[in-house]
C-alpha cells in the first residue's frame, strides 16, 4: 500500500513538476493573472484587556492551462502577537505551496475547483509565549488526490 501511495506521489509530482513549468512561462496558459501581492493587518481587542494583532504577506500565481488544469504557487509570511491579562504570546511563520487541480469551473463570484491532484506545503513557523516557552514548527507535507501522502512535519519546545 505504502509503494502504491510512493508511486502516485512520484506520478502527481512529475505531473506537477510539469505543469509548473508552465508557471515559469505564463505566456503558455490559457490564462493567468501573473503574480498578485496581498497584505493585511491590523488589531482587534475581542474583549476587554485583549488584544490580538495580525498581519500577512503574500505572493501567488494562478494558472488555468488549456487542458483546464488549475495550479497555484505561492508563499505567504505572517505574524500574530495577542496580549492577555497576564501574558502574551507571539507567533511568526511563513509557508510555501502549490496546489493543483484537475478543473475548475468559472462561477459569477469566483472559480470553485474541482478533484485536487496535488498539494505540497512547506514552512516554519516560531510561537513565543510571555513565560519563556518558544516552540519551533517545520512543516514538509505533500497529498495526493486529495487523500494520503507523506507529512514529515516536526516540532519542539524549549522552557526559558
Known amino acids: 500500500m505504502r509503494s502504491k501511495i510512493l508511486l502516485r506521489l512520484s506520478v502527481y509530482g512529475a505531473a506537477a513538476a510539469a505543469v509548473m513549468s508552465v508557471v ?3 505566456a503558455h496558459a490559457a490564462s493567468t493573472q ?3 501581492m496581498t497584505s493585511t493587518g491590523g488589531c482587534t481587542e475581542p474583549t476587554p484587556d485583549v488584544t490580538a494583532c495580525t498581519s500577512l504577506t503574500e505572493r501567488r500565481i494562478e494558472v488555468l492551462t ?6 497555484f504557487r505561492g508563499e505567504r ?3 500574530d502577537a495577542t496580549s492577555y491579562p497576564g501574558g502574551s504570546y507571539t507567533i511568526e511563520g511563513t509557508r510555501k505551496y502549490v496546489y493543483v487541480y484537475a ?3 468559472a462561477v459569477p463570484d469566483g472559480v470553485i475547483y474541482f478533484d485536487p491532484k496535488v498539494a505540497k506545503v512547506g514552512g516554519s513557523d516560531v510561537l513565543s509565549y510571555s513565560d519563556g516557552l518558544t516552540c519551533n514548527l517545520e512543516t ?8 494520503g501522502g507523506y507529512d ?4 519542539s519546545c524549549t522552557s526559558g
Open 24 to 26: 515559469a512561462v505564463p
Open 152 to 155: 514529515h512535519s516536526t516540532g
Open 66 to 71: 488549456p487542458a483546464g488544469i488549475a495550479v
Open 34 to 36: 501573473g503574480a498578485e
Open 140 to 147: 514538509n507535507f505533500v497529498e495526493a488526490n486529495g487523500t
Open 103 to 105: 478543473s475548475s469551473v
Open 77 to 79: 509570511e505572517y505574524s
